[in-house]
């Protein structure tokens, strides 16, 4: 993991970032100014940046899952995970559309997993999303991972089970953000759930193709993941320490929409808390000089994954295959030749062979891969 933050237009800049639980970095960095332990057991770091001057974290983490994660909360906790905000609220309207949608159930695991459903059938996945937060996207029907991850904890604690909005990225490439859902169940622990991946798959099951994404059945996302990703932090709208001052007359430079209202990423904060931490927060003051829009290195800064060993391997052979096998196949068809033929069947081989080692879709890609090699087999015959 390679992260990297630089100052390039501000006098100063306050930055706030969950600490990674990683035992050393390979990079000399800044040093935060504080650190504060919050309420999702991790540590909060808070830097001041000066103008030129730079953040940079590289370090080796395993891939986040749950196994690791306590089997019971305290009543603070629970407590914290339960919690109305802005972003999730706990409302008249979500509070009767989960018991709506709950009333059969008996078990909170049984509760959980109607929400999933229903949130899956109902609700369409658009990126970018027009609008951030539950009350917009109950209205519109449409979001992005944060919004579905977003309704799914309201929901959830509406009906008194503990959840969070997990955000983090897919662990290989650059800046491949994405937010996901667990909920906690007393001695189980906390249960994973990606309600917005559930729904690609389920609606869209060929948009991860050609990427190095391992994906699963849709049903499979409640209660389990892929395993490939890493996380930024436990929970959206975390307090910040020390405490954000809101710009009293900011002028909007980037601007997004939250339930309806316009709110300034870098100059305002929710209640004191950052919108999310993806995987910073920061603060700057606007002059005259500042364009009015910043692009996504200047608000987030950049950040690089890379999986090692037989993950890498694979993930790099599906995409070189599947190139390999698709320009093959257009010469081929162009220029019919017999080794233009051979290479191509046997590109799509690997690549079939490369889902099956990866365990994703087996008997579709058996059956594939068995009538690609009797395919190369009679090409190789009739030669």
Not at 44 to 72: M, Q, R
Not at 92 to 97: C, P, S
Not at 267 to 275: D, H, K, L, R, T
């Amino acid at each position: 993991m390679d992260y990297f933050y630089k100052n390039e237009i501000f006098d100063q800049i306050q930055l706030w970032m969950i600490l990674p639980h990683v035992s050393q970095y390979n990079e000399n960095t800044l040093v935060p100014a504080q650190v504060t332990e919050i309420p999702t057991g991790e540590q909060l770091a808070y830097y001041v940046i000066n103008k030129n001057e730079h953040l940079h974290l590289n370090y080796e983490i395993e891939l986040y899952s749950t196994k690791n994660e306590k089997k019971t909360l305290t009543e603070e906790e629970k407590k914290f995970y339960l919690r109305d905000t802005i972003l999730s609220p706990i409302n008249k309207e979500t509070t009767r559309l989960a018991e709506e949608i709950t009333y059969q159930q008996e078990t909170d695991k049984e509760k959980a997993r109607a929400i999933f459903y229903y949130i899956v059938k109902n609700y369409r996945y658009v990126y970018p999303p027009s609008c951030r937060g539950v009350n917009s996207f109950l209205k519109l029907k449409e979001g992005d991972c944060g919004e579905f991850s977003m309704l799914f904890t309201a929901l959830c604690r509406a009906i008194n089970i503990p959840a969070r909005t997990v955000v983090g990225s897919w662990a290989y490439g650059k800046m491949n953000a994405h937010a996901w859902n667990e909920f906690f169940i007393e001695e189980e622990g906390w249960i994973s759930v990606d309600t917005s991946m559930a729904y690609m798959q389920k609606k869209r099951p060929w948009s991860f193709f050609g990427e190095s994404i391992r994906t699963i059945h849709w049903k499979k996302y409640f209660g389990q993941t892929e395993g490939q990703r890493v996380v930024f932090s436990k929970d959206i709208e975390i307090e910040l320490v020390p405490a954000y001052k809101d710009e009293e007359e900011a002028i909007i430079v980037n601007s997004m929409v939250i339930n309806g209202e316009n709110f300034g990423w870098g100059q305002q904060s929710i209640n004191g808390c950052a919108p999310y931490l993806q995987p910073i927060y920061i603060k700057f003051q606007v002059n005259n000089d500042l364009p009015f829009s910043l692009d996504a290195s200047q608000v987030l800064g950049t950040w690089k994954i890379r999986e090692h060993g037989l993950k890498l391997l694979l993930a790099v052979l599906k995409i070189t295959s599947l190139i390999t096998a698709a320009v093959t196949m257009l010469l081929n068809f162009i220029v019919h030749n017999l080794y233009l033929e051979a290479t191509f069947k046997l590109s799509f081989i690997v690549f079939f062979l490369c889902f099956i080692l990866r365990r994703e879709y087996l008997i579709v890609f058996s059956i594939m891969l068995l009538f690609m090699v009797l395919s190369l087999l009679a090409t190789l015959d009739g030669s």
